[in-house]
């Protein structure tokens, strides 16, 4: 596996797979699917700053470098980038606008956070062209962002990987406590037992260290709030366990 900094170095045409580091066996799972796609297989690894609104969130974000290149290593990732804050941003760069369905949910909490993801997409992609990109479900309404702009590049949804306990796996999770560990298994219990918004709402505040931020079901194209004539209902849920951010996501079967 080579590791550089430089664009230049790298295979265009190849798989790729964009990370913040800190890997976990989701990340491992985008590599499995991108050596299926080509012999080529980019894992970045770059903290962009652009996607934090909050500067101690970017300060308290994980960073396991050395575990990160032994992960990507094992799982078949051929190159990684690790490309500078010069090459992704020069001087004049300028920062896209994500659409509308940015400000919804995640983008309601997090103003200006698609824009930045977007951004530094979209630069990764103009700068590796890349044939395929993987991205993970999990992130469910980056993953529809990033579907707007990926141009030529085809974009491929990975399936959430859970912990056996059914937390879904984030580079995050590693900033719970035990107790907020424990907890935070609400999310998945609720996102699996329950059949409306109500049902999703009462059986997530249930959990006394769970705050609430939202907790919806949508049609997985528009993002609007679903309703019974929407044919991909998703259910979403966003809140925080010890000030940590967790999110999560599962697609509903609507009963006829
Ligand atoms: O999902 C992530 O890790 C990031 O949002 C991404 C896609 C690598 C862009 O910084």
């Given at each position: 596996?080579?590791?550089?900094?430089?664009?230049?170095?790298?295979?265009?045409?190849?798989?790729?797979?964009?990370?913040?580091?800190?890997?976990?066996?989701?990340?491992?799972?985008?590599?499995?699917?991108?050596?299926?796609?080509?012999?080529?297989?980019?894992?970045?690894?770059?903290?962009?700053p652009l996607q934090f609104e909050n500067a101690q969130d970017l300060a308290k974000?994980?960073?396991?470098?050395?575990?990160?290149?032994?992960?990507?290593?094992?799982?078949?990732?051929?190159?990684?980038?690790?490309?500078?804050?010069?090459?992704?941003?020069?001087?004049?760069?300028?920062?896209?606008?994500?659409?509308?369905?940015?400000?919804?949910?995640?983008?309601?909490?997090?103003?200006?956070?698609?824009?930045?993801?977007?951004?530094?997409?979209?630069?990764?992609?103009?700068?590796?062209?890349?044939?395929?990109?993987?991205?993970?479900?999990?992130?469910?309404?980056?993953?529809?962002?990033?579907?707007?702009?990926?141009?030529?590049?085809?974009?491929?949804?990975?399936?959430?990987?859970?912990?056996?306990?059914?937390?879904?796996?984030?580079?995050?999770?590693?900033?719970?406590?035990?107790?907020?560990?424990?907890?935070?298994?609400?999310?998945?219990?609720?996102?699996?037992?329950?059949?409306?918004?109500?049902?999703?709402?009462?059986?997530?505040?249930?959990?006394?260290?769970?705050?609430?931020?939202?907790?919806?079901?949508?049609?997985?194209?528009?993002?609007?709030?679903?309703?019974?004539?929407?044919?991909?209902?998703?259910?979403?849920?966003?809140?925080?366990?010890?000030?940590?951010?967790?999110?999560?996501?599962?697609?509903?079967?609507?009963?006829?």
């Amino acid at each position: 596996m080579k590791v550089v900094t430089d664009v230049r170095e790298l295979p265009s045409g190849c798989a790729f797979v964009p990370t913040m580091g800190a890997l976990h066996a989701g990340h491992a799972s985008l590599l499995s699917i991108a050596q299926q796609k080509n012999k080529n297989v980019v894992l970045s690894i770059f903290i962009n700053p652009l996607q934090f609104e909050n500067a101690q969130d970017l300060a308290k974000y994980p960073r396991t470098p050395e575990a990160d290149l032994a992960l990507a290593a094992s799982h078949g990732a051929t190159h990684v980038w690790l490309p500078s804050q010069a090459e992704i941003y020069p001087a004049n760069h300028r920062v896209l606008s994500a659409g509308p369905i940015s400000h919804l949910y995640e983008g309601k909490s997090r103003p200006g956070h698609f824009d930045g993801v977007v951004t530094v997409v979209r630069r990764f992609f103009d700068l590796l062209k890349p044939s395929v990109a993987i991205f993970g479900e999990k992130d469910f309404q980056q993953l529809k962002l990033v579907e707007e702009i990926a141009g030529d590049v085809e974009i491929i949804r990975a399936p959430i990987i859970r912990e056996s306990d059914g937390l879904a796996m984030s580079s995050r999770n590693i900033r719970l406590t035990a107790e907020g560990r424990a907890a935070a298994t609400v999310i998945s219990r609720a996102l699996a037992s329950s059949k409306t918004e109500a049902e999703l709402r009462a059986a997530l505040s249930l959990e006394p260290l769970f705050t609430l931020d939202y907790a919806d079901f949508i049609d997985e194209e528009s993002f609007a709030p679903a309703s019974p004539q929407t044919a991909h209902v998703r259910a979403i849920v966003a809140g925080w366990i010890n000030e940590v951010r967790l999110i999560d996501n599962m697609q509903m079967v609507q009963s006829s």
